[in-house]
């Protein structure tokens, strides 16, 4: 079962940091496993302002072992399925898209623009990283994300955050961690993994 929550933080992008060097090419990934088999409804009409989607995803043994809560990568089907329903309503090149893995990982995606070929980059860091360590600690990837929401670069995007996690948490302050999401600078969709109870 997957629930979404919106959040909508009260301030927007604060004080520009340094761009930061440019990471190594990303190591070859593993073919994309089949995607949904539904549609999407229509995005609507294309806003034509600065959007930045960042998809955060949660690779822990709680979500991805077996018995987890999305031991089959549906989260990432089912964000690639968004990404592609973006790129074909998008028609003024400024919607943009990024991928952060709670590790940081070869498979992250800086900011990409949503046109036909630089799509492919961000639908292939929509897959289980292979250099995952697993880690259930959401804050130090959010303040990765924060830090590349404020470079000068990308400052003039609206962040639309999307966690996708069990919640499990393994901060050692999860409270704080949670008032840290509350005031991201830009909208937060909180994706909640979880799987149905067996009723026998």
């Not at 090419?25 to 600065?50: E, F, I, K, N, Q």
Request: charged share 25%; net charge positive.
């Amino acid at each position: 079962m997957m629930t979404s929550t919106l959040l909508s933080s009260p301030r927007l992008a604060g004080d520009l940091l340094r761009d930061d060097p440019l990471p190594p090419p990303p190591l070859p990934l593993p073919s994309l496993p089949d995607d949904v088999h539904y549609r999407l409804g229509s995005a609507g009409r294309c806003s034509g302002r600065p959007n930045l989607f960042i998809f955060a995803s949660d690779d822990s043994g709680s979500v991805v072992g077996a018995g987890g809560n999305d031991p089959l990568s549906r989260r990432y089907a089912e964000a690639r399925l968004a990404i592609r329903t973006l790129a074909r309503a998008c028609r003024c090149g400024q919607e943009m898209a990024s991928v952060a893995h709670w590790d940081k990982s070869l498979a992250d995606v800086l900011p990409t623009n949503l046109n036909r070929l630089a799509v492919r980059r961000v639908l292939a860091g929509l897959v289980q990283p292979p250099d995952s360590a697993g880690t259930s600690d959401l804050g130090p990837v959010l303040v990765r994300i924060e830090r590349l929401v404020r470079r000068r670069r990308w400052a003039r995007y609206l962040p639309h955050l999307v966690v996708m996690s069990d919640f499990e948490l393994t901060d050692p302050d999860p409270s704080g961690v949670f008032d840290q999401l509350n005031q991201f600078p830009g909208r937060v969709t909180a994706l909640v993994l979880g799987v149905e109870p067996d009723p026998r």
